[in-house]
């Protein structure tokens, strides 16, 4: 992973110290505060979490396993009552790293403003894809330091809206991490740094799965809206979730992606949901939109291919594997493992996995460093070659 150092820069100095620069104002009011608005060595990095669900509880988690100096102050979640319960849980685990007051728990759609607001250095964001490119968004014209779980968003008008946001980001020296771990891991970075310096000479395939079985279903209650139930239901919509070619699958097209150095620009493929178990009646499809298979044909700007599965099936007799495989003019990969050389013997791949928390602790290393980078780019790329695929 490449970081852009930057000049290190004490926030809060800058911000105590404002009374003493009136001299200077005139040269200060031509850089937008963002550009200073960071955390640096020395500085407690305050966090807000919005999107209180497993994934964004782990990155919480995570963030606190850091050798930062990092806590808690905001949470919030379109629910509120999940909310300050996640609260409560966090104070069970982590004791006074947890600075959330009741102030500070926030609820409903619009929750995540609040949370953003609340003077956090840093804001987690871990909802359902539809909702992410309006709060990244917002995160970004707040001047906040970003980490966004992937996908970023559910449909093609969202990725741009992320790109958009990302470029100003840039602008304002604001950090940018997203949810991709892969990308941290020390396998998968010696792996591919080795496949680019020519391991296995040109690659033309890859191939890339995410076959697993099915996914948590919550059945409907009779005060819930339809609005409520599709929310607590978000992954089996497709406005809400992109599909499981979007929320689970973009880890191996990230990696195709990374690995040919490119995006596809061309895709043609199949799907249906045939047998997907949801509800207490099986096979109701009218309670859930996705796909419970697709296979999707990319292809990149030079004609080489990347051949993409994804399923949702129960039972031992479909083909259930998570993985990536690169083939090459002198050989075949199969990534984070090995390196198989036509006629030679097999070359394993050293290095550390353990993404979920490498990719905390770089942020927060950085961040601690007055050291910036933005990941922006390829994360919504990479949400795109799943919105191509669907």
Same mark, same amino acid.
């Given at each position: 992973?490449k970081?852009?150092?930057?000049?290190?820069?004490?926030?809060?100095h800058f911000?105590?110290s404002?009374?003493k620069?009136?001299?200077a104002?005139?040269?200060?009011s031509?850089i937008?505060?963002?550009?200073?608005?960071?955390a640096a060595v020395?500085?407690?990095?305050?966090?807000?979490l919005?999107?209180?669900g497993?994934?964004?509880?782990g990155?919480v988690?995570q963030?606190r396993n850091?050798?930062?100096?990092t806590?808690?102050?905001?949470?919030a979640d379109?629910?509120t009552?999940?909310a300050k319960?996640r609260v409560?849980?966090?104070?069970?685990?982590?004791?006074?790293?947890v600075?959330?007051?009741e102030?500070?728990?926030f609820?409903g759609l619009d929750g995540?403003k609040?949370?953003?607001?609340?003077?956090a250095?840093?804001?987690?964001?871990a909802?359902?894809?539809?909702?992410?490119?309006?709060?990244?968004e917002?995160a970004?014209k707040?001047?906040?330091h970003?980490f966004?779980e992937?996908p970023v968003?559910?449909d093609?008008p969202?990725?741009r809206?992320?790109?958009?946001a990302t470029?100003e980001?840039?602008?304002k020296n604001l950090m940018?991490?997203i949810?991709?771990?892969?990308r941290h891991e020390?396998?998968?970075?010696?792996?591919?740094?080795?496949?680019?310096?020519?391991a296995i000479?040109e690659?033309?395939l890859m191939?890339v799965?995410w076959?697993?079985?099915g996914?948590?279903y919550? @059945? %409907? *209650?009779?005060? /819930?809206?339809e609005?409520?139930?599709?929310?607590?239901n978000? !992954?089996?919509?497709?406005?809400a979730s992109?599909?499981?070619?979007?929320?689970?699958?973009?880890h191996n097209l990230?990696v195709?992606?990374w690995?040919?150095?490119g995006y596809?620009?061309?895709?043609?493929?199949?799907?249906g949901?045939e047998?997907?178990?949801?509800?207490?009646t099986?096979? @109701? %499809? *009218?309670?859930? /939109?996705?796909?419970d298979h697709?296979?999707?044909?990319?292809? !990149?700007a030079?004609?080489h291919?990347?051949?993409?599965?994804?399923?949702?099936?129960?039972g031992n007799?479909?083909f259930?594997?998570?993985?990536?495989?690169a083939?090459?003019s002198?050989g075949t990969?199969?990534l984070?493992?090995?390196?198989n050389?036509?006629?030679?013997?097999p070359?394993?791949?050293?290095g550390?996995g353990?993404?979920?928390?490498?990719e905390q602790?770089?942020l927060?290393?950085?961040?601690a460093?007055?050291?910036?980078?933005?990941?922006?780019?390829?994360g919504?790329?990479?949400t795109?070659?799943?919105?191509?695929?669907?």
């Open positions: 992973m970081k852009n150092p930057k000049t290190n820069v004490n926030r809060r911000l105590k404002s009374t620069l009136a001299a104002s005139a040269v200060l031509q937008p505060i963002e550009r200073v608005a960071h020395g500085d407690t990095i305050s966090v807000a919005v999107g209180c497993g994934r964004g509880s990155a988690s963030i850091t050798k930062g100096n806590k808690l102050v905001a949470v379109v629910n009552e999940k319960g409560t849980s966090f104070r069970k685990q982590f004791n006074d790293w600075d959330v007051p102030d500070r728990i609820g995540y609040a949370a953003i607001d609340s003077g250095d840093l804001v987690v964001i909802t359902p894809p539809a909702f992410k490119p309006q709060q990244f917002y970004v707040a001047g906040k970003i966004c992937k968003a559910s093609a969202g990725v809206r992320v790109l958009a470029q980001a840039k602008k940018v991490g949810g991709l771990q892969r020390e396998r998968y970075i010696n792996n591919i740094k080795q496949l680019h310096d020519g000479g690659i033309n191939r799965y076959n697993g079985r996914i948590w919550r @059945d %409907r *209650t009779p005060e /819930q809206t609005m409520t139930f599709q929310c607590n978000w !992954y089996h919509f497709i406005w992109g599909d499981q070619i979007c929320e689970q699958h973009i990230d195709g992606n690995v040919m150095q596809p620009v061309m895709a043609n493929g199949m799907g949901g047998m997907r178990k949801v509800g207490k099986y096979g @109701d %499809r *009218t309670k859930t /939109q996705i796909f697709t296979f999707v044909e990319y292809t !990149y030079n004609g291919k990347m051949y993409s599965q994804a399923r949702h099936l129960d007799a479909t259930g594997h998570v993985g990536e495989y083939h090459g002198k990969c199969k984070a493992s090995s390196i050389p036509f006629g030679g013997e070359i394993r791949i050293g550390k353990g993404g979920h928390q490498q602790t770089d927060i290393e950085a961040l460093k007055g050291e910036i980078y933005n990941e922006g780019d390829y919504a790329k990479a795109f070659t799943a919105i191509l695929g669907r």
